[in-house]
Protein backbone atom coordinates (compact mmCIF):
# COMPACT_ATOMS: atom_id res chain seq x y z
CA UNK A 1 0.00 0.00 0.00
CA UNK A 2 1.08 3.39 -0.53
CA UNK A 3 1.44 6.05 2.09
CA UNK A 4 -1.43 8.08 1.60
CA UNK A 5 -3.75 4.43 1.75
CA UNK A 6 -2.05 3.76 5.07
CA UNK A 7 -3.41 7.65 6.38
CA UNK A 8 -6.49 6.41 4.98
CA UNK A 9 -6.64 3.26 7.15
CA UNK A 10 -5.98 5.52 9.76
CA UNK A 11 -8.48 8.56 9.38
CA UNK A 12 -11.08 5.79 9.03
CA UNK A 13 -10.26 4.44 12.45
CA UNK A 14 -10.48 7.30 14.11
CA UNK A 15 -14.13 8.28 12.22
CA UNK A 16 -15.36 4.58 13.16
CA UNK A 17 -14.28 5.80 16.80
CA UNK A 18 -15.44 8.97 16.99
CA UNK A 19 -19.08 7.67 15.93
CA UNK A 20 -19.28 4.94 18.49
CA UNK A 21 -18.81 2.57 15.53
CA UNK A 22 -16.66 -0.13 17.37
CA UNK A 23 -17.47 -3.01 14.84
CA UNK A 24 -16.36 -1.19 12.04
CA UNK A 25 -13.10 -0.22 13.91
CA UNK A 26 -12.01 -3.49 14.44
CA UNK A 27 -12.36 -4.35 10.76
CA UNK A 28 -9.45 -2.13 10.66
CA UNK A 29 -7.31 -3.89 12.97
CA UNK A 30 -5.15 -6.94 12.15
CA UNK A 31 -6.00 -9.99 14.68
CA UNK A 32 -2.09 -10.03 15.43
CA UNK A 33 -2.26 -5.84 16.33
CA UNK A 34 0.07 -4.77 18.78
CA UNK A 35 -1.34 -1.95 21.36
CA UNK A 36 0.43 0.08 23.58
CA UNK A 37 -0.01 2.81 25.86
CA UNK A 38 1.72 3.79 29.11
CA UNK A 39 0.67 2.72 31.91
CA UNK A 40 -1.53 4.51 34.53
CA UNK A 41 -1.40 3.43 38.12
CA UNK A 42 -5.03 2.34 38.95
CA UNK A 43 -6.19 2.33 35.46
CA UNK A 44 -6.57 -1.04 34.12
CA UNK A 45 -7.05 -0.91 30.00
CA UNK A 46 -3.67 1.13 29.95
CA UNK A 47 -0.30 -0.75 29.15
CA UNK A 48 0.09 -3.63 26.46
CA UNK A 49 -2.45 -5.69 24.85
CA UNK A 50 -1.69 -8.23 21.98
CA UNK A 51 -4.63 -9.27 19.68
CA UNK A 52 -7.53 -7.88 18.55
CA UNK A 53 -9.77 -8.96 20.96
CA UNK A 54 -7.53 -7.66 23.53
CA UNK A 55 -7.82 -4.54 21.99
CA UNK A 56 -11.79 -4.91 21.97
CA UNK A 57 -11.56 -4.80 25.44
CA UNK A 58 -9.52 -2.14 25.98
CA UNK A 59 -11.97 0.20 24.25
CA UNK A 60 -15.08 -1.78 25.99
CA UNK A 61 -13.05 -1.05 28.87
CA UNK A 62 -12.10 2.98 28.45
CA UNK A 63 -15.74 3.48 27.35
CA UNK A 64 -16.90 2.24 30.53
CA UNK A 65 -14.58 4.39 32.46
CA UNK A 66 -14.59 7.50 30.98
CA UNK A 67 -16.47 9.53 28.52
CA UNK A 68 -14.90 11.43 25.79
CA UNK A 69 -15.19 15.13 25.98
CA UNK A 70 -12.67 16.10 22.95
CA UNK A 71 -11.11 13.70 20.76
CA UNK A 72 -9.24 15.98 17.72
CA UNK A 73 -6.50 14.07 15.61
CA UNK A 74 -4.70 17.16 13.87
CA UNK A 75 -1.88 16.43 12.02
CA UNK A 76 -0.72 12.99 10.37
CA UNK A 77 2.77 12.34 9.37
CA UNK A 78 3.61 9.28 7.35
CA UNK A 79 6.33 7.52 6.05
CA UNK A 80 6.07 3.83 4.69
CA UNK A 81 4.22 1.85 6.95
CA UNK A 82 3.91 4.17 9.39
CA UNK A 83 1.46 6.89 10.47
CA UNK A 84 1.96 9.34 13.14
CA UNK A 85 -1.03 11.40 14.89
CA UNK A 86 -0.79 14.68 16.66
CA UNK A 87 -3.70 15.57 18.81
CA UNK A 88 -5.36 16.58 21.67
CA UNK A 89 -8.14 14.85 23.87
CA UNK A 90 -10.20 15.48 26.88
CA UNK A 91 -12.26 13.02 29.14
CA UNK A 92 -14.36 13.02 31.81
CA UNK A 93 -13.44 9.82 34.29
CA UNK A 94 -16.91 8.28 35.59
CA UNK A 95 -15.86 7.24 38.63
CA UNK A 96 -14.43 10.76 39.88
CA UNK A 97 -16.34 13.15 38.02
CA UNK A 98 -12.63 14.59 37.49
CA UNK A 99 -11.85 16.03 33.56
CA UNK A 100 -8.37 15.77 31.73
CA UNK A 101 -7.28 17.05 28.91
CA UNK A 102 -3.89 15.87 27.41
CA UNK A 103 -2.04 16.64 23.78
CA UNK A 104 -1.06 12.68 22.30
CA UNK A 105 1.19 11.22 19.91
CA UNK A 106 -0.17 8.03 17.99
CA UNK A 107 2.06 5.69 15.82
CA UNK A 108 0.39 3.31 13.71
CA UNK A 109 1.61 0.58 11.42
CA UNK A 110 -0.41 -0.27 8.63
CA UNK A 111 0.24 -2.97 6.82
CA UNK A 112 -2.00 -4.56 3.66
CA UNK A 113 -4.47 -1.94 5.12
CA UNK A 114 -4.75 -3.47 8.28
CA UNK A 115 -3.39 -1.66 11.14
CA UNK A 116 -0.64 -4.14 12.82
CA UNK A 117 0.41 -1.68 16.14
CA UNK A 118 -0.03 1.34 17.87
CA UNK A 119 1.55 3.57 20.29
CA UNK A 120 0.51 5.96 22.01
CA UNK A 121 1.80 8.59 24.30
CA UNK A 122 -0.14 11.21 26.26
CA UNK A 123 0.60 13.11 29.81
CA UNK A 124 -0.18 10.25 32.51
CA UNK A 125 0.19 12.82 34.84
CA UNK A 126 -3.28 14.23 34.35
CA UNK A 127 -4.84 10.62 33.64
CA UNK A 128 -4.04 9.47 36.98
CA UNK A 129 -5.04 12.83 39.21
CA UNK A 130 -7.93 12.62 37.41
CA UNK A 131 -8.68 8.64 38.41
CA UNK A 132 -7.81 9.45 42.16
Known amino acids: MDVQANVNVVKQCYDAFQKGDIASL ?3 FDEDISWE ?3 VPGVDFTGRRHGSARVM ?3 EKMGAAQEVNVFEPMEFIAQGSRVVVLGHYAFTV ?3 GKQFASDWAHIFTVR ?3 VTALREFFDTHVAEAAYR
Request: aromatic residues 20%.
Open 26 to 28: KSY
Open 37 to 39: LPA
Open 57 to 59: EFF
Open 94 to 96: RAT
Open 112 to 114: DGK
